[in-house]
């Protein structure tokens, strides 16, 4: 293999595909990026088994192949590289690397031994802007579980069906379920996808794309953005029935300037956070709630305007599931819904159903 291209576009390709090679693995391919060089251009892929990205850039190919190099010092390399034209050349086991005056040079693993990916996956598909895909992922994902006892919570239940999309994700303390419309849809989907897939495919979009793609077939899902392309594994097994976790009515319900529910918690929880349980009491009664938080350093407690709507109610919250809730959100006004003390807070918009939060209470001594 041999070939001269611009290092500012070799860099922002590795940067994009480095994303997926793997950190703990003990097969060292799925370390490495695969640098496949063909016709008038070079194709860059990597993948940990679970999720892979591909990125094709323009070279100049003077001899075609394949070669694999460790992904994390290739790409902390090539990133000193952005301002020189790059020329890559293989021998025998090394990779050599020149830009202007200077030589280097890289140990590399043989391309046959990379794993096979499968690109082919277009049997279901549904159509969306590309800022609304990344508005959904923004909302639900900071509800998915980080550890592995229930792997299926580590992603987002996403359901198209009727011409919208809703993206639903919990971790047992909270959740989180957006819809958005669709702009096409070839046929019903119901998958499980990866948080940490998502959240990349948001890293991918740019302001630039108007709409994107989101193929699904069997246990895989592709999504492509100009020359990127992520494939991933999907989760297999059964999502958490949701219609069985959101209560069907409301004894107290509250409207309530959101971005003044907003601050009022960001600045309760700057105390609240120094304590290990993190927990804010609000205290509705009348047109006013209360938000406190009251730890050994010292106490906080702030009243906001509300419009009340059924019984008065005192809930313990913890801070930071109720702040990530109320920044995720660009509504002016929210309704906020209760039935006591010890039953879960929901969020929804003041009009409408585009957004649904929940969130469990923090039971307290007091």
Do not use: W
Request: glycine content about 4%; some cysteine; aromatic content about 6%.
């Amino acid at each position: 293999m041999k070939i001269v291209c611009e290092g500012v576009e070799l860099s922002d390709a590795v940067m994009k595909v480095v994303k997926a090679c793997s950190t703990k693995t003990t097969n060292p391919i799925l370390e490495t990026i695969k640098i496949a060089a063909e016709n008038d251009g070079v194709t860059l892929l990597a993948t940990d088994g679970e999720i892979a990205i591909e990125k094709k850039i323009k070279a100049e190919v003077l001899e075609e192949g394949a070669v694999c190099v460790p992904g994390k010092y290739f790409s902390d390399f090539i990133k000193k590289l952005e301002n020189v034209q790059i020329e890559m050349s293989t021998d025998a086991e090394k990779l050599n690397i020149r830009y202007g005056e200077a030589d280097s040079c890289i140990q590399v693993l043989s391309a046959e031994d990379f794993p096979a990916i499968e690109m082919n996956i277009e049997e279901t598909r549904f159509g969306i802007p590309a800022k609304d895909l990344k508005e959904l992922i923004a909302k639900t994902t900071f509800c998915c579980a980080q550890d592995d006892s229930r792997p299926v919570l580590k992603g987002c239940l996403i359901e198209a069906k009727e011409g919208v999309v809703t993206f639903t994700a919990l971790d047992g303390y909270r959740m989180a379920v957006v819809k958005k419309n669709l702009s096409s849809m070839s046929g019903d989907i119901r998958i499980i996808c990866p948080a940490r897939t998502l959240n990349e495919i948001a890293r991918m979009i740019s302001a630039e794309e108007e709409e994107l793609n989101v193929y699904v077939q069997k246990n895989m899902l592709l999504v492509k953005v100009e020359d990127t392309v992520l494939t991933s594994r999907l989760y297999e097994g059964e999502f958490i029935n949701v219609s069985n976790i959101v209560p069907k009515s409301f004894s107290t319900e509250i409207l309530v300037n959101k971005a003044l529910f907003a601050e009022s918690v960001d600045r309760a929880s700057v105390l609240a956070r120094t304590d290990k349980n993190s927990i804010l009491t609000f205290d509705i009664r009348e047109n006013t709630m209360s938000v406190t938080s009251n730890t050994s350093l010292g106490r906080v407690d702030e009243s906001v305007k509300i419009l009340l709507e059924g019984k008065d109610v005192t809930i313990a919250l913890n801070s930071k599931y109720i702040g990530e809730c109320l920044s995720s959100v660009s509504e002016e006004t929210v309704r906020a819904c209760f039935n006591g003390p010890v039953s879960p807070c929901v969020i929804v918009p003041a009009e409408g159903e585009s957004f649904l939060y929940l969130i469990l209470p923090v039971r307290t001594t007091a």
